[in-house]
RNA sequence: GCCUUUGUAGCUCAGUUGGAUAGAGCAAGCGCCUCCUAAGCGCUAGGUCGGAAGUUCGAAUCUUCUCAAAGGCGCCA
């Protein structure tokens, strides 16, 4: 259910009836006027514009050959040529009634309609290095990447988690030698690695001031490399344990992602040497200063410099490019791919701009296959300066979810003292995990953000609180009612009355349209506005629509509280896919 | 030096491929609980969209210049 796409579909006939060639883009949007109707169609003008004929004319051409029969009850012609629609209520009842009974709250499931058949998109997200412990830093890409996932899947398409973790690199051997001799002390691992943070502080300061310690962790690098056994199973302790510290993570912030989903940088080991051989004898690759580098004329700057990108470094060992390109690859071929999306920080533009240049070149990503990064702002604190911890350390991404929690709870506790501890418990973490995401998510992915604790939990305004408090007051009614929502769903007939039953109507049938935008542009901030505006009409209509009081006839109050289900739904539906939880009281 | 991103109300942010009088929330001011959860609702005030020029019926949005901030640019990821 896609009013702004039936209507497209409508007004691009008309167009093409009077003359328009067939891609002219009807140009529909919501009216931002109530006079202006509920939609409106712009594109006549920028049709007019190309043709060099007068706009007002045009448009009236078009609007004769419109045909919104049943659809809208009124179409004006406006101003230099917007075409204004007004839809017609009873159709909008009808669409209600459908969407009322769906369990997709009316979204489209990819495969019903021709032309719109599932696609397989990998999405490359939250890749955290497990050297260290999940930081601030790690929040982003994990719960962007998880809300669009859930939308695309929500959608019906078919989506492979990639769970790219830093597990490989020079590092590690530093770690293994250190781990190494814990052990010998008798130290069980699980132990040893409790706190991640500690133990790669110990190891490093070993590294820079231990002598012979730094010589060790280099030869154990090479050796982990070669396949030592020795060194491969302590690596491997290592890499265990870190996950499982991530698992906890991703529990808590109640993502989606899964051990099996995790596809490692070494993962990429043993395709690396052949990625180079493949663009050395296509000749893409070429060795300079010893150094086996791509030179990409396509990004040349002003001066026809080309941009240099490193493949493998003149010691022979490779880079973070040389595993994004066999990931093209192994995405495109082994995973069958129709699309590839990658989270990470903007910082990392340039490097995706280069490997997808150079993996279409080498044939890694056919030209059919989407490749889209989708770059995000950091996190800042109060200052506006990057969010550290007040001694300038990073901030332990446990450490900040385990803050909301307490401090949902104590908020929770002032407003309603006489909560039981085991409620207090369940919904404080619900309300303090689902604040930190909606303010994240909510904001515009490409900027740099503001992490404000105030503001996410004043359970004021646009927060996760008054989306999970107006579910909350919807199943109260059902309560006080005595009626279990799911009786509503074939029986009742919703009837739209008063203008805001109109009002929420018309929002909730734009579900679908909002979730395609998420999905095209990866940006889950859209989802949190509609449902937001989606919580605030209700609102509305609750201040202004009684349902329960002695004077409202049974018609009217089974028509609203269907209507109460349905936005219930959209709700619980639309939190679901930002992964935020809901509770029938709070 | 070159490249990328960002700059919108006191603060935090929206603003769909150029559309009609630039929108929310917080903070400020004024109202609304004998009535389905006041974690709410209604109203008021707040702006030369960083600045300048240009493109056109029409610009926060496109182009050029400019100011400011952040980031990236040959052997970290």
Partial sequence: MNIKQILAEKVSAAMVAAGLPEDTNPAISLSNRPQFGDYQANGVMGAAKKLKTNPRELATNVVEQLDLSGIASKVELAGPGFINIHLDEAWLTVQLNQVAKDDFTGVTQR?????????????DYSAPNLAKEMHVGHLRSTIIGDAVVRALEFRGDKVIRQNHMGDWGTQFGM???HLSDKLAGNEVAETALADLENFYREAKIRFDNEEGFADRARADVVKLQSGDEACAKLWQQFIDISITHSEEIYEKLNVSLKRSDIMGESAYNDDLS????????KKIAVEDQGAKVVFIDEMANKDGEPSVFIVQKSGGGFLYATTDLSACRYRSGKLAADRIIIFTDARQALHFKQVEIVARKA????????????PFGMMMGDDGKPFKTRTGGTIKLAELLDEAVVRA??????KNPEISDDDLALISKKVGIGAVKFADLSKNRTSDYIFNWKTMLSFEGATAPYLQYAYSRIQ????KAGIKPSTLKNDVTINIIEPQEKALALKILQLEDTIDAVISECTPNLLCNYLYELASLYMTFYEAC?????????DVKTSRLALCQVVSDTLKQGL??????????M
Wanted: hydrophobic share 45%; with cysteine; glycine share 6%.
């Fill in 546 to 554: 009684p349902i329960l009081k002695e004077d409202i006839s049974d």
């Fill in 576 to 585: 679901d896919i930002l992964g935020i939880e809901v509770m029938d009281r």
């Fill in 274 to 281: 052949t990625v180079i051989d493949e663009l050395m004898a």
């Fill in 175 to 177: 770690l293994i030698a």
């Fill in 409 to 414: 709870s104590a908020l929770i506790k002032e």
């Fill in 363 to 374: 044939g890694f990503l056919p030209e059919n296959v989407g490749y889209q990064h989708c």
């Fill in 476 to 479: 109260s009614i059902f309560s």
């Fill in 111 to 123: 495969g019903v309609n021709a032309n719109d058949d599932a696609k397989t998109v990998v999405v």
